[in-house]
Each structure stands twice: as C-alpha cells, then as structure tokens.
C-alpha cells in the first residue's frame, strides 16, 4: 500500500504565496507521474500541475507563470509553488501518485487526503 501525506495548506491573502508538499511512502518500486488537483466547492476536481519522471510538466492554463511542480525524487515528496494567489485559486488541493508498486505490477493511482487552499483579504 501507499500512503501520501499533505502539507503546506491554509489563508493567505491575494498576491501571497503558498507552497504544498505531498510525501509518498509505502510499497513503492517507481514513481511514475507526480501531481496535483483542486477541487472549489461546488465545482468539479480540475488539472493543476502534472510532473513525470522524465522530468515533463504540465499545466493549468489558470496557473500558468503563477504555479511551479518540482519533485525530490530521493525524498519521493513533490512540491507545488504557488505565487500570486488570487481568490479563485481557493479550493481543495489534492495530490496524485502514479505508482508502480513492484517490478511486476501495474501502475496505480493513489490520491492525498487534500489540504485547503484559501486565498482571501
């Protein structure tokens, strides 16, 4: 099993930064993808910031220039630097983990507990 661990939430206020942690541990033979989601009340789980081993990245249009994924691969722990926060970048901010559990297995998705993002004055 695998077990991703969350941190670096809470208030800030417009123009500030924040930056998440999401630390994997458990039976893990490669990490393949490393990412984050969000989710805003009342709307659906959206795309933030993809990042895989091969070192490519992706992003939200909305994040775009603002938002940075980076991993520590010996720490198995991806980060999400997030400068010039705006109100609509409040939400739920959840972590993925593509993982391969063995050298036999399958890749699998394993999900963060999420941390709340709150960007307001």
């Known amino acids: 099993q695998v077990q991703l661990v969350e941190s670096g939430g809470g208030l800030v206020q417009p123009g500030g930064s924040l930056r998440l942690s999401c630390a994997a541990s458990?039976?893990?033979?490669?990490?393949?993808?490393m990412g984050w989601y969000r989710q805003a009340l009342g709307k659906q789980r959206e795309l933030v910031a993809v990042?895989?081993?091969?070192?490519?990245?992706n992003y939200a249009d909305s994040v775009k220039g603002r938002f940075t994924i980076s991993r520590d691969n010996a720490k198995n722990t991806v980060y999400l630097q997030m400068n010039s926060l705006k109100p609509e970048d409040t939400a739920v901010y959840y972590c993925?983990?593509?993982?391969?559990?063995?050298?036999?297995?399958?890749?699998?998705?394993?999900w963060g507990q999420g941390t709340q993002v709150t960007v307001s004055s």
């Open positions: 993925l983990s593509v993982v391969r559990a063995t050298v036999y297995a399958q890749p699998a998705d394993y």
């Open positions: 458990g039976r893990i033979f490669r990490l393949n993808a």
């Open positions: 990042l895989t081993s091969g070192g490519s990245t």
